[in-house]
Nanobody
Framework: QVQLVESGGGLVQPGGSLRLSCLTS????????MGWYRRAPGKQREMVAT???????MYADSVKGRFTISRNIANDTVHLQMNTLKPEDTAVYFC?????????WGKGILVTVSS
């Protein structure tokens, strides 16, 4: 079982920045795809960004140009740098990993964008 622990959430003003981190219980090179999903109040969970084992990234249209997903090889973490945050980015963000045909999820962390 892959354990995923998110950190870095909190309150930020519109236009500000925040960085989320996801610590994995094993090497990220053993995971086929990692990514971030979010669930806003009253809405369905949606994909925000993903990164494959080979380093290929994908982003939701709503965050392109503002968010960046990256990997830290030294400590087996995946980061989501969020810039120019908007109130509509407010959501619970979940770290996700896909390995050996199984989906693994973190518990989620709250990001609130408000003035």
């Amino acid at each position: 079982q892959v354990q995923l622990v998110e950190s870095g959430g909190g309150l930020v003003q519109p236009g500000g920045s925040l960085r989320l981190s996801c610590l994995t219980s094993e090497s990220i090179f053993n995971i086929y795809i990692m990514g971030w999903y979010r669930r806003a109040p009253g809405k369905q969970r949606e994909m925000v960004a993903t990164i494959s084992k080979g380093g290929t990234t994908m982003y939701a249209d709503s965050v392109k140009g503002r968010f960046t997903i990256s990997r830290n090889i030294a400590n087996d973490t995946v980061h989501l740098q969020m810039n120019t945050l908007k109130p509509e980015d407010t959501a619970v963000y979940f770290c996700h990993a896909f390995k050996s045909w199984l989906n693994h999820w973190g518990k989620g962390i709250l990001v609130t964008v408000s003035s």
